[in-house]
């Protein structure tokens, strides 16, 4: 059964001092009371959130945060026995205010990664530097509220759970009806614009074309994406729970396989966008374009080289011609181009990590089998004389692969390679989504505003 692959609780660590942030009573209500309730009305409750708590320290800093009795919350009460050193304190500062403060946050996260927390609540700012040296070391990522509502949001829903801290989307359990309802841009941009095409009666076919762009196209890619980070996230969850931290490399990610199937998904809905809606431009713009003529569809589109239908559109709106010749939206362009066109017709992308070679992973084949095969031999003793040389050989083989993989360390967690100019650069897909989605935005805005001036 698939779901017995999938980790069911997320942990996350309270900061205290974030309660003291938090101004707002509506904030600290729906972090975890509302959302607890919201769970507990989740008919199968496939998915659950823990919050951990150092009550501890409520006297030492005069804070109270009052916790319903059925909230999901794991109070510490003692602080830890192993302190870990995530933040170095020099002697001479240990006895300050700055030493005392060290000290705290050295158990805030201590706590946190014992037990096995990957997201830490804090409405403090922390050194940019160091909160990535803290997530690539231990898993761990330092969040704000609004950071960590979008989190949960994605685990809820990869289970199509739909919760929303920030819109009314509460036991809907269709995802093509809660993204309608809470995403901003389709409600206050898309649909305007399908609303603004209608008023003129456009023919069947525009009409036809608008719609599948605004409530399946456009709707499928937050779905999708929505998967993405799910998956990303339980491979992350199942990292830390299995002790596959600093930087260690898990050489069985089985959830990348879900990664891999909606990163090249996403890509196909994200490049089929672009030219559904050059075709959008072309039709209410009365271009004149016909999709049924090859010579039509070989002009219409947005990259620089479709120079005749770029002139239509300098010619019709300065802005929107301006927008999608830019150097940042043509780099965009190409870039996810090339990999969407390499998934096509070569080679389909993998989510794989870069791995960096170790100390570790560069020892010989000797060293490895008597470290390895110490108390194991490869094949049974019982059935070792049954099958022939080269099988056990193979085995070896595959052992020390695996061995070898599990001591490297990661490197960046998804990447192609996309040549430019005779250069070899290195493409995140997972990465860059914000990116793919404020140009695919941008775009529709300015094709929305061009169509309400003309």
């Given at each position: 059964?698939?779901?017995?692959?999938?980790?069911?609780?997320?942990?996350?660590?309270?900061?205290?001092?974030?309660?003291?942030?938090?101004?707002n009573?509506?904030?600290?209500?729906?972090?975890?009371?509302?959302?607890?309730?919201?769970?507990?009305?989740?008919?199968?409750?496939?998915?659950?959130?823990?919050?951990?708590?150092?009550?501890?320290?409520?006297?030492?800093?005069?804070?109270?945060?009052?916790?319903?009795?059925?909230?999901?919350?794991?109070?510490?009460?003692?602080?830890?026995?192993?302190?870990?050193?995530?933040?170095?304190i020099?002697?001479?500062?240990?006895?300050?205010?700055?030493?005392?403060?060290?000290?705290?946050?050295?158990?805030?996260?201590?706590?946190?990664?014992?037990?096995k927390?990957?997201?830490?609540?804090?409405?403090?700012?922390?050194?940019?530097?160091?909160?990535?040296?803290?997530?690539?070391?231990y898993?761990?990522?330092?969040?704000?509220?609004?950071?960590?509502?979008?989190?949960?949001?994605?685990?809820?829903?990869?289970?199509?759970?739909?919760?929303?801290?920030?819109?009314?989307?509460?036991?809907?359990?269709?995802?093509?009806?809660?993204?309608?309802?809470?995403?901003?841009?389709?409600?206050?941009?898309?649909?305007?614009?399908?609303?603004?095409?209608?008023?003129?009666?456009?023919?069947?076919?525009?009409?036809?074309?608008?719609?599948?762009?605004?409530?399946?196209?456009?709707?499928?890619?937050?779905?999708t994406?929505?998967?993405?980070?799910?998956?990303?996230?339980?491979?992350?969850?199942?990292?830390?729970?299995?002790?596959?931290?600093?930087?260690?490399?898990?050489?069985?990610?089985?959830?990348?396989?879900?990664?891999?199937?909606?990163?090249?998904?996403?890509l196909?809905?994200l490049?089929?966008?672009?030219?559904?809606?050059?075709?959008?431009?072309?039709?209410?713009?009365?271009?004149?374009?016909?999709?049924?003529?090859?010579?039509?569809?070989?002009?219409?589109?947005?990259?620089?080289?479709?120079?005749?239908?770029?002139?239509?559109?300098?010619?019709?709106?300065?802005?929107?011609?301006?927008?999608?010749?830019?150097?940042?939206?043509?780099?965009?362009?190409?870039?996810?181009?090339?990999?969407?066109?390499?998934?096509?017709?070569?080679?389909?992308?993998?989510?794989?990590?870069?791995?960096?070679?170790?100390?570790?992973?560069?020892?010989?084949?000797?060293?490895?089998?008597?470290?390895?095969?110490?108390?194991?031999?490869?094949?049974?003793?019982?059935?070792?004389?049954?099958?022939?040389?080269?099988?056990?050989?193979n085995?070896?083989?595959?052992?020390?692969?695996?061995?070898?993989?599990?001591k490297?360390?990661?490197?960046?967690d998804?990447?192609?390679?996309?040549?430019?100019?005779?250069?070899?650069?290195?493409?995140d897909?997972?990465?860059r989504?914000?990116?793919?989605?404020?140009?695919?935005?941008?775009?529709?805005?300015?094709?929305?505003?061009?169509?309400?001036?003309?």
């Amino acid at each position: 059964m698939m779901w017995n692959l999938i980790n069911n609780n997320l942990k996350i660590f309270i900061d205290p001092f974030t309660f003291l942030g938090l101004k707002n009573l509506e904030e600290r209500i729906l972090l975890v009371n509302t959302f607890k309730h919201y769970l507990s009305l989740i008919d199968p409750n496939l998915c659950d959130v823990t919050f951990f708590f150092p009550k501890y320290v409520e006297e030492e800093l005069g804070v109270r945060r009052t916790f319903l009795p059925d909230d999901k919350v794991v109070f510490i009460e003692k602080p830890p026995d192993h302190l870990i050193n995530v933040f170095p304190i020099h002697p001479d500062l240990e006895s300050t205010e700055i030493g005392k403060a060290g000290k705290m946050l050295n158990e805030f996260f201590s706590i946190a990664i014992q037990n096995k927390c990957i997201f830490y609540l804090s409405e403090n700012d922390f050194d940019k530097k160091k909160q990535k040296e803290i997530e690539d070391q231990y898993e761990i990522q330092i969040v704000k509220l609004q950071e960590l509502y979008k989190k949960i949001e994605a685990y809820t829903q990869g289970f199509y759970n739909y919760f929303k801290f920030r819109y009314a989307v509460y036991g809907i359990n269709s995802p093509d009806i809660a993204h309608a309802m809470s995403d901003e841009f389709h409600h206050r941009t898309l649909i305007y614009l399908e609303a603004e095409i209608n008023k003129n009666n456009p023919n069947k076919e525009l009409k036809e074309r608008v719609r599948s762009f605004v409530h399946n196209r456009y709707i499928d890619i937050l779905i999708t994406i929505d998967k993405i980070n799910f998956f990303k996230l339980q491979q992350r969850i199942y990292d830390v729970e299995h002790g596959f931290i600093n930087g260690r490399y898990n050489n069985k990610p089985h959830l990348q396989g879900y990664i891999r199937y909606y990163i090249n998904y996403y890509l196909f809905l994200l490049w089929g966008a672009i030219d559904h809606l050059a075709w959008i431009i072309s039709d209410i713009f009365s271009f004149g374009y016909n999709p049924d003529i090859g010579r039509d569809r070989r002009s219409v589109g947005l990259h620089k080289d479709k120079k005749e239908f770029l002139e239509k559109i300098k010619n019709q709106n300065a802005d929107l011609y301006n927008f999608i010749i830019s150097d940042e939206f043509q780099e965009w362009l190409y870039f996810f181009g090339q990999l969407r066109h390499q998934n096509a017709h070569r080679e389909m992308f993998a989510a794989a990590s870069l791995l960096v070679e170790t100390d570790e992973s560069k020892i010989s084949d000797e060293e490895i089998d008597r470290i390895i095969y110490k108390d194991v031999p490869p094949i049974p003793k019982e059935i070792e004389h049954r099958l022939p040389p080269e099988v056990i050989e193979n085995q070896k083989d595959l052992d020390r692969t695996n061995y070898r993989i599990s001591k490297m360390k990661k490197g960046i967690d998804h990447f192609a390679l996309i040549p430019k100019n005779g250069q070899q650069f290195i493409f995140d897909p997972v990465s860059r989504i914000e990116l793919d989605m404020k140009n695919l935005r941008g775009l529709i805005q300015k094709v929305f505003d061009a169509y309400t001036k003309k």
